[in-house]
């Protein structure tokens, strides 16, 4: 039978229309999806990870020392000297609970407060007082962070065996924000370091604000002792000038008075009742670290051996206020007590500074802290500023 050509040229048209289409989805699915041994080990598509990349994190903290982290920390140990300002400190971001895996804690009320802030705190791993690498190593640290007087044996030894090691300043304002930009950095969370910064700031501005234009001779004089008691034998000390409470005293108008026997001193200075009596300053002001600031100032402004002072005379003997620190120390809660020092130096000029409020922003906006948390745990210790 012979075919029509018309049908011929049809099919054979259709033909070669099918097989050009499966040579291209071919051609083309090789071209999606090459093999390795085509590509080169080098070229060949790689998986998307599951999770990101983490990146490394680099920064010098304010100590000046250079860490360098392969990724974020999440296993963090507190340890060394003055471990209470450091953990008060780190608690500021509210990713230090779930990060903290152990701790050295010391003094202060430090575990009452810790438990206010971190419920959890008592099931973390407690190290011993004075803990060493020995100790801190089986809890497998990314950081340790500890005080800067504790960088030198305990940070030496830490690095030998490979854990990073920062360290905390705390000692100025100006150090505690680098401070708490550091720890930004190390909490991946530099969005919070700087709130808290500006938190700082603001009432820092305000403070000086209220002290602008102020004249040296409006400034009364001022003199801040360290009490302590051994054995009986009771003893005073001043800070040098470099220390926080002297830029507080001057931050809240008042000239503090004792800064001619600084000489350099890079700790507290022991003074007589003696140069006591030759300063005798307009107001003092009592730290008592082993007990109650606040009736210590009462029991050293009742003794006849500080009769005749300007200060005791006109009722200017003051003990710092603490709820579970003094306000003076270089701790978070400085800014309060920078606040409180301007509002007795200087009360004509610091009407607008409510106290009350201040500790229940503070402990809300620092620390999260419920209106209730505030009012059953933190105000009950505070009756001197009621």
């Not at 973390?124 to 005080?147: T, Y």
């Not at 026997?261 to 003074?271: N, R």
Request: glycine share 6%; charged share 20%; proline share 6%.
């Amino acid at each position: 039978m012979k075919l029509n050509t018309s049908k011929v040229i049809v099919f054979s048209l259709m033909a070669i229309l099918i097989l050009s289409a499966c040579t291209t989805t071919q051609s083309t699915l090789i071209e999606e999806n090459p093999s390795e041994q085509e590509m080169g080990e080098s070229e060949a598509v790689q998986p998307e990870p599951e999770d990101p990349v983490a990146t490394s994190l680099e920064f010098i903290d304010a100590t000046g020392r250079h860490l360098s982290l392969p990724n974020l920390p999440e296993r963090i140990v507190v340890a060394g000297k003055a471990t209470p300002y450091v953990l008060d400190t780190i608690y500021l971001f509210p990713d230090a609970a779930k990060k903290l895996a152990a701790l050295e804690v010391r003094g202060f009320d430090t575990q009452a407060f810790l438990e206010l802030v971190d419920p959890d705190v008592t099931v973390k791993n407690m190290l011993e007082r004075d803990a060493g690498p020995e100790q801190i190593a089986p809890h497998q640290p990314d950081l340790v962070i500890v005080k800067n007087i504790s960088l030198g044996q305990l940070g030496a030894a830490l690095e030998e065996i490979s854990i990073p090691v920062m360290g905390l300043n705390l000692e100025t304002p100006a150090f505690f924000y680098e401070d708490i930009r550091a720890l930004g950095k190390v909490f991946g969370n530099s969005e919070r370091a700087e709130e808290i910064v500006a938190y700082y700031q603001s009432i820092e501005n305000k403070v000086s604000e209220m002290m602008a234009g102020l004249q040296d001779s409006e400034r009364p004089s001022v003199l801040v002792l360290q009490y302590s008691e051994d054995g009986g034998e009771i003893s005073f000390k001043v800070p040098p000038a470099n220390y926080l409470q002297t830029t507080m005293v001057q931050n809240a108008g008042g000239n503090p008075i004792w800064l001619d026997v600084d000489g350099g001193a890079d700790g507290w200075i022991q003074v007589g009742l003696e140069q006591i009596a030759v300063w005798d300053p307009e107001m003092v002001f009592i730290v008592n670290y082993g007990g109650d600031s606040v009736e210590t100032a009462k029991s050293v402004s009742q003794s006849p051996t500080w009769e005749g002072l300007k200060a005791v005379e006109n009722d200017q003997v003051f003990g710092f206020p603490a709820d579970f620190a003094s306000w003076d120390l270089i701790d978070p809660r400085w800014i309060l007590g920078q606040q409180w020092l301007a509002t007795i130096i200087q009360p004509e000029l610091t009407n607008d500074i409510d106290l009350l409020a201040q500790v229940k922003s503070f402990y809300q906006e620092l620390y999260l802290l419920s209106e209730t948390q505030i009012e059953e745990s933190v105000i009950p210790r505070l009756d001197e500023i009621k």
